[in-house]
């Protein structure tokens, strides 16, 4: 087994976790098998309890794991499927010390940072090293470790000790540290400034660690006297010291890497050699991975501005695109997949409620022309009651209006609740997670869900929806297949007790459920354009070759294609978008923008 850790320095956010996945992208296709493991410093066991906020989006896998965002980048750009144990915290490590130092594992000895909670570390990477993560059933062959945080801090410091001891411990010709640093660029001219870079490695070097790789972050192509400079004050080899400037896409930083002989670098440093007869696979998947950055390009030209499919994103989190970065990077794929100029509008769902029309008038008035103008509605996930009668009338403008919607997790809740008030006159309809004394709680908590104890006892992970007819069109866009298996992530769900009421009296029909046909997973309304609720979380299993069904659906339906699809099987032609006047074709795009 082979060890890459990517660390980073000079400050947080510089990109670790992309060249991290980029790393494991290269090895894989050299041939080799391969993992990751994230480490984050922090206490909490996991990211489940975490506000969007505090720590972006959580990501939930297969296994029920609710883990930080980075391991979301290493399902999208490896394929594989990790578990909840690929995210080390903290918080982890020293609740298994405590729960082995109670039941006496350590013979009484005293329990301290160093050798337990370090040995604890190391045991841990070790372990989960060799889970298998691509299907095979084989053990991986290469590791990748992001050590989340910064060097320095003081957090960090237990896992900083356990990857110098681990470096020994597995020897020096299976271990390799790439350093990622910041070269920022000053004054009128843009100078470069290699001092952060110098003074964050020798940190490094005095806890214990010397990088062999730098990968230097910054906004233009890294010259040759600032990469001359930072490998004669940091002793690194010249060609070790790269540059990861910034560029059009995500998708173009593995393609960055391998053009500095980033692979080759690593295969030396390990005294590894490809597999028998890679190389011609290994063109050809940088050569898929080029076709796809080049799209991307192509479809976020603003050249190509010929037109442009507006989806509204009402949520709570608008403040921060990281609280939804796994649905956005969903329209990313679904876009590439339907052809189409994709541009998200976030709009917080506070600035659609009457209340805000005098205490915030402009961020009202804004909110509701972004949703006016947009050709398809998303709701998403989210807890908590702020922003829910926003939601409400978000979806009750797009099932009156003919407006394409998806709604995801509590976007199905909401969305029930809506029908239920405005097409079945059940006054006072609600959820009891945000009423409990409603008179119709459309919407109850699961029996079996603790409702006091938070973190980790939500409905999670892969869960069977079965597919209980034929006829809807969410079934065909899976593929015309029996039942799908999505991640959830939910302590609420639509009554069954309304259920027969809601579909004889309002047309929304829950035309998927879970194996034991009591908990409702898909509605889907008749006689509208898409109308689409999910009780999972299908943005988690999107990739950037394989979009989400949910997803395309809505940017086929919003560009005017969905029909055609359904009829023919193929997206064809354009669609006329909503009162657009006939917009000729555009090529694809995917752009962000926040609502005020």
């Given at each position: 087994?082979?060890y ?5 320095g ?6 670790k ?23 984050d ?45 690929n ?16 039941v ?17 570390i190391?045991?841990?990477v070790?372990?989960v ?27 960090s410091?237990p ?26 660029e ?12 110098q003074q ?55 393609l ?27 063109l ?20 190509l ?7 509204a ?17 969903a329209?990313?794929h ?12 976030f ?35 989210a ?27 509590a976007?199905l ?35 079996e ?9 939500m409905?999670?992970?892969?869960r ?38 809601i ?8 035309v ?5 046909q ?9 006689n ?20 989400s ?29 909503p ?15 926040k609502?005020?």
């Amino acid at each position: 087994m082979k060890y890459i850790v990517v660390s980073g320095g000079v400050l947080s956010g510089i990109g670790k976790g992309v060249i991290a996945s980029s790393t494991a992208v290269l090895m894989q296709t050299l041939g080799f098998r391969v993992t990751s493991i994230k480490i984050d410093p922090y206490i909490n066991i996991d990211a489940g309890t975490m506000s969007p906020f505090e720590h972006g989006e959580v990501f939930v896998l297969d296994d029920g794991g609710e883990v930080d965002l980075d391991l979301g980048n290493y399902e999208r750009f490896v394929g594989t499927t990790l578990t909840r144990d690929n995210n080390i915290t903290t918080g982890k490590i020293y609740n298994s010390v405590i729960k082995k130092e109670r039941v006496g594992d350590y013979l009484g000895k005293t329990v301290q940072v160093v050798p337990h909670i370090v040995d604890e570390i190391m045991e841990w990477v070790e372990r989960v090293a060799h889970v298998p993560v691509d299907g095979s059933g084989l053990s991986p062959q290469i590791c990748v470790i992001e050590l989340g945080g910064t060097v320095g801090d003081i957090e960090s410091m237990p896992f900083m000790e356990a990857m110098r001891q681990f470096q020994f411990h597995v020897g020096r010709e299976n271990f390799c540290s790439v350093h990622v640093s910041l070269v920022p660029e000053m004054g009128p001219v843009g100078e470069q400034k290699t001092k952060p870079t110098q003074q964050n490695i020798r940190e490094l070097r005095a806890l214990g660690i010397s990088p062999d790789i730098v990968a230097c972050r910054s906004t233009k192509p890294l010259l040759k006297t600032s990469r001359d400079k930072i490998s004669l004050f940091c002793q690194v080899a010249s060609d070790c010291v790269l540059s990861v400037h910034d560029v059009s896409n995500v998708y173009r930083v593995p393609l960055l890497l391998n053009e500095q002989n980033f692979p080759k670098l690593l295969l030396n440093r390990l005294q590894m050699f490809s597999p028998t007869n890679a190389a011609n696979k290994s063109l050809a998947r940088i050569k898929e991975w080029q076709l796809m950055a080049d799209k991307y390009d192509r479809i976020s030209s603003p050249v190509l501005r010929e037109r442009e499919v507006h989806i509204a994103l009402v949520g709570k989190y608008t403040l921060l695109s990281d609280a939804y970065l796994s649905v956005v990077n969903a329209f990313k794929h679904a876009a590439m997949e339907v052809d189409e100029r994709v541009i998200v509008d976030f709009i917080d769902a506070e600035h659609l409620e009457p209340g805000s029309k005098e205490a915030k008038s402009e961020e009202f008035t804004s909110s509701w022309k972004l949703l006016r103008a947009a050709h398809g509605v998303l709701v998403p996930g989210a807890f908590g009651d702020r922003g829910i009668e926003g939601k409400i009338l978000a979806v009750e403008y797009a099932r009156t209006n003919g407006i394409p919607f998806l709604g995801i997790c509590a976007g199905l809740q909401v969305a029930v609740v809506e029908i239920c008030r405005n097409v079945l006159g059940l006054k006072g309809a609600h959820s009891s997670e945000f009423n409990q004394s409603a008179e119709h709680k459309v919407v109850i908590e699961m029996p079996e869900i603790s409702q006091t104890i938070l973190g980790g006892t939500m409905r999670l992970g892969k869960r069977r929806t079965v597919f209980k007819t034929q006829d809807c069109v969410i079934r065909k866009l899976y593929g015309n297949v029996d039942h799908v298996d999505e991640r959830h992530r939910h302590r609420f769900e639509v009554n069954p007790a309304y259920v027969e009421q809601i579909e004889k009296g309002s047309g929304l029909m829950f035309v998927g459920q879970d194996e034991t046909q009591m908990r409702m997973e898909i509605a889907e309304l008749k006689n509208h354009p898409y109308f689409v609720g999910v009780q999972y979380h299908p943005e988690f299993k999107s990739r950037p070759l394989q979009p989400s069904p949910p997803f395309v659906g809505l940017i086929m339906a919003a560009s005017g294609k969905l029909q055609k699809w359904l009829e023919t099987g193929s997206v064809g032609p354009q669609g006329s978008l909503p009162e657009d006047g006939g917009l000729n074709v555009a090529l694809d795009k995917l752009a962000i923008r926040k609502s005020c």
